[in-house]
């Protein structure tokens, strides 16, 4: 009766210690994100899913040209996929003749399908603390694996 008690114990301290590794890879290394919307076509289809890495976020060393997840500005619980255009104390311009400069700790992004994305031609710059992770590379669907580089 200990014997398989002590087992049992052992067994659940091997499923926690591989959970905590699991969160901690998925929460500060990397993860799968599935896409959804038509903003950032024709790079990234609804439904495709992406590898993505957290350092670049953690470290705040996003570039320009990077595909970011971050949290929607006007709806956290949303995530959003969109590219950064521009980085803070950059000149964007918003308009035929006016320009807005990205503040410090903002950046400026932009979905590729330009006539079909809500971004920060809507809600302004983005706070560098929404962003989540930057794209690697497309894992889904098999016939369109390939890395998302930036610029």
């Known amino acids: ?26 929460e500060y290394l990397g993860d799968f994100v599935l896409c959804s919307g038509p903003s950032m076509e024709p790079t990234i289809y609804s439904n495709d899913i992406l590898f993505t890495e957290h350092l670049s976020a ?4 996003i570039r320009k040209g990077d595909i970011i997840i971050a949290k929607c500005p006007t709806n956290p619980k949303q995530q959003i996929c969109k590219r950064v255009v521009a980085l803070q104390g950059e000149k964007v311009k918003t308009g035929f003749a006016s320009y807005e400069v990205v503040p410090i700790g903002h950046i400026w992004i932009q979905g590729d399908n330009v006539s079909n994305s809500t971004d920060s031609r809507s809600y302004g710059p983005v706070p560098l603390g929404l962003v989540r992770s930057k794209a690697v590379c497309k894992v889904w669907p098999p016939s369109s694996i390939s890395m998302l580089s930036g610029s």
């Not at 210690?17 to 699991?22: E, F, I, L, M």
């Not at 953690?58 to 060393?61: E, I």
Request: proline residues 0%; hydrophobic residues 40%; glycine residues 14%.
């Open 1 to 26: 009766m200990k014997k398989g008690l002590f087992k049992l114990l052992g067994s659940l301290g091997y499923l926690v210690q591989y959970g905590c590794v699991v969160h901690c890879t998925f």
């Open 58 to 61: 953690l470290t705040q060393t």
